[in-house]
Antibody
Framework: QVLQQDSGPRLVTPSQTLSLTCTVS??????????LNWIRQHPGKGLEWIGN???????NYSPSLKSRLSISVDPSQNQFSLTLRSVTAADTAVYFC???????????????????WGQGTLVTVFS | QAVLTQPPSVSAASGQTVTVPCSGS????????VSWYQQLPGTAPKLLIY???KRPSGIPDRFSGSKSGTSATLAITGLQTGDEADYYC???????????FGGGTKLTVL
């Protein structure tokens, strides 16, 4: 498994902060050419891209989450993390980390495809 | 509301061929590479097709992808019961500056 997420479901209280970590194995997180992404899936729904980070470069966030979201990397642990502040019931979802090669076309640079996926973590926001 | 449009469901008999369409716009499908993902129940999505029509190692040649203008299509030939899953198309949107996915299509093998 290239990407390993924290095991087990998470229970978060409304208005609190959600933090998730994804560990990259078998490769250095500092190796260039890859975007590190977070994607979520609400219960019974489709995939929603949340944001990504390019090591040594920029981060991109979904406009709908930008004010509450941070994605960071810890090279010493070969991990990258998601922090989502002020959560509500609408943030209840399975959160996946995903990695893919970068591509710079005529517009933005972006994740060309999501090659490797973590197993997912169910996060429930519940009072 | 997904940015890319997919039918909620498709079905076909075992051994037959099914296609899954994915419709977008110039700023996403029209300008960027499309990829396809297979998600079996309770599991993470798995890369099926990348760069519009390329298969990762280990993906059978029964799965193929194509793109024309602002639409992409996933085709699956020789359907098997193990192909029953949700299928998603994905790409980048230059206008929104975000990754975007289709709403997903549930495949039923009759």
């Amino acid at each position: 498994q290239v990407l390993q997420q924290d095991s087990g479901p998470r229970l978060v209280t409304p208005s609190q902060t959600l933090s998730l970590t994804c560990t990259v194995s078998g490769d250095s997180i500092t190796r260039g050419g890859y975007y590190l992404n977070w994607i979520r899936q609400h219960p019974g729904k489709g995939l929603e891209w949340i944001g990504n980070l390019y090591y040594g470069g920029s981060t991109n966030y979904s406009p709908s989450l930008k004010s509450r979201l941070s994605i960071s990397v810890d090279p010493s642990q070969n991990q990258f993390s998601l922090t989502l502040r002020s959560v509500t019931a609408a943030d209840t979802a399975v959160y996946f980390c995903a990695r893919g090669p970068s591509y710079c076309g005529t517009g933005d640079c972006y994740t060309r495809y999501f090659q490797d996926w973590g197993q997912g973590t169910l996060v429930t926001v519940f009072s | 509301q997904a940015v890319l449009t997919q039918p909620p469901s498709v079905s076909a008999a075992s051994g037959q061929t099914v296609t899954v369409p994915c419709s977008g716009s110039y700023s996403n499908v029209g300008e960027n590479f499309v990829s396809w993902y297979q998600q079996l129940p309770g599991t993470a999505p798995k890369l099926l097709i990348y760069d519009n029509n390329k298969r990762p190692s280990g993906i059978p040649d029964r799965f193929s992808g194509s793109k024309s203008g602002t639409s992409a299509t996933l085709a699956i030939t020789g359907l098997q019961t193990g192909d029953e899953a949700d299928y998603y198309c994905g790409t980048w949107d230059n206008r929104l500056s975000t990754g975007v996915f289709g709403g997903g299509t549930k495949l039923t093998v009759l």
